[in-house]
């Protein structure tokens, strides 16, 4: 069965410097996500990309953040300048169709640790 | 916010008994949908309910939905150890393609 799959599975960085996370989304996809869940929170939506462009973004997904679909196949998510508050763990998801209605796939995601 | 909380927070039965955890959102929904994650592990979809539908089945999952309350259940039959897990409602909008997730229920199924 397809899955998302999400590298690397654990990032440590230093407060300050740029991380890019790395997703490749199931290949016949057209909704693709990012999602964090600090430890022991819930999951929070930060953005959506929908034919090559953010469908929407949360009040979390700042100027420090931006994605990318590079090469058609990889779906990334870059924080410019890491705060100690950016730890989390990060899940990449995608969608079959358009809109909410549909199931989404996840990855078993990136944990971020800025030390 | 859009999305409420789940309760319990955290459901311990025994292997066989039933589960019932219970979503509430605030605002009105397109559609409900729960989700499972293991530790450690990415979330998995396990069913999803349309706001105009009133209880949905799949295998051993009973979900229903009620709009005049905003809220949900997910009711797990003859629990097995393999249940033990953290479960998850999320809220879908026909404005948005985003979904709002709980809080979650965590189950531990003893043996």
């Known amino acids: 069965e397809p899955e998302v799959t999400q590298t690397p599975s654990h990032q440590v960085t230093q407060m300050g410097q740029e991380v890019i996370l790395r997703c490749v989304p199931i290949s016949n996809h057209l909704y693709f996500y990012w999602y964090r869940q600090i430890l022991g929170q819930k999951v929070e939506f930060l953005v959506s990309f929908y034919n090559n462009e953010i469908s929407e973004k949360s009040e979390i997904f700042d100027d420090q953040f931006s994605v990318e679909r590079p090469d058609g196949s990889n779906f990334t998510l870059k924080i410019r300048s890491t705060k100690l508050e950016d730890s989390a763990m990060y899940f990449c998801?995608?969608?079959?169709?358009?809109?909410?209605?549909?199931?989404?796939?996840f990855g078993d995601g990136t944990r971020l640790s800025i030390l | 916010s859009q999305q409420g909380e789940e309760d319990p927070q955290a459901l311990s039965i025994q292997e066989g008994e039933n589960a019932t955890m219970n979503c509430s959102y605030k605002t009105s929904i397109n559609n409900l949908q729960w989700y499972r994650q293991n530790s450690g592990r990415g979330l998995v979809h396990l069913i999803l309910?349309?706001?105009?539908?009133r209880e949905k089945h799949s295998g051993r999952l009973r979900v229903t939905l009620d709009t005049s309350k905003k809220s949900s259940s997910l009711l797990i039959t003859a629990s097995r150890a393999a249940d033990t897990a953290s479960y998850f409602c999320a809220s879908g909008y026909s404005s948005a393609s985003k979904i709002i997730f709980g809080s979650g229920t965590r189950l531990s199924i003893r043996p």
């Open positions: 309910i349309r706001s105009n539908e």
């Open positions: 998801a995608s969608g079959p169709g358009t809109g909410s209605a549909q199931p989404q796939h």
